[in-house]
């Protein structure tokens, strides 16, 4: 069965340094994908980066990165930069595309509540 | 930017009474799905629709609960007799079947049962 984990309960990082939240998963499959979201106090789930896992480079979006090493089944998030908005629970998810492709649901880890300080 | 947007925000309701939580996807989207997550933990799946019928379910999903597409834009779930441990942010999502599918969430119900 496909599983998520996410070891760091929680993470402090320094306005303007960069922190990485770890991720790692299990599955069978060889397709999949993989998911950051970020949740904010107010509750909503923002979507901020993904992963193929046929993808060779690693997946970018502005100050979002994703390390992705397949072998190590991990998918760790790196925010560069660090901004007090920045301040929130981050999950990882995964997607198995074996069946139903990418319309599959998500299973999510169990989150990593990061505090950015000034 | 389209969004998914859902309604209320925050239901509070008394235990063994039904409640109707409403979202609406957004419109060129085919494919739809409810997650729940009770406070402090993580976001889990309930159910996924499309073509107007379940496509999964997960096994919180049980006879409690339903899903319907009353009309072209509405997605609802439905949860008969509320219990206390079905308090819960209850989440919409939606994609359009392309791409890395990646899942649209709306902005979440809170639903408080006492």
């Known amino acids: 069965a496909q599983k998520i984990t996410q070891t760091q309960p929680g993470m402090f990082v320094q306005e303007k340094e960069a922190v990485t939240l770890d991720c790692t998963y299990d599955?069978?499959?060889?397709?999949?994908?993989l998911f950051w979201y970020k949740q904010p106090s107010s509750g909503e789930m923002i979507f901020l980066i993904y992963?193929?896992?046929?993808?060779?480079q690693n997946a970018t979006e502005g100050r979002y990165s994703l390390n992705f090493q397949k072998a190590r089944k991990s998918a760790n998030l790196v925010i560069s930069a660090s901004q007090l908005g920045d301040s929130a629970m981050y999950f990882c998810?995964?997607?198995?595309?074996?069946?139903?492709?990418?319309?599959?649901?998500?299973?999510f880890g169990t989150g990593t509540l990061l505090a950015v300080q000034p | 930017e389209p969004e998914v947007t859902q309604t209320p925000s925050h239901q509070v309701t008394q235990m063994g009474q039904e409640v109707i939580l409403r979202c609406v996807p957004i419109?060129?989207?085919?494919?739809f799905y409810w997650y729940r997550q009770i406070l402090g933990q993580k976001v889990e799946f309930l159910v996924s629709?499309?073509?107007?019928?379940?496509?999964?379910k997960s096994e919180i999903f049980d006879d409690q609960f339903s899903v319907e597409r009353p009309d072209g834009s509405n997605f609802t779930l439905k949860i008969r007799s509320t219990k206390l441990e079905d308090s819960a942010m209850y989440f919409c999502?939606?994609?359009?079947?392309?791409?890395?599918?990646?899942?649209?969430f709306g902005p979440g119900t809170r639903l408080t049962v006492t």
């Open positions: 998810a995964m997607r198995e595309a074996s069946y139903g492709g990418a319309t599959n649901k998500l299973i």
């Open positions: 599955t069978s499959d060889q397709s999949y994908g």
């Open positions: 992963q193929g896992s046929y993808d060779e």
């Open positions: 419109s060129n989207h085919l494919y």
């Open positions: 629709f499309y073509n107007n019928e379940i496509s999964e």
């Open positions: 999502a939606s994609i359009g079947g392309t791409g890395s599918g990646e899942q649209y």
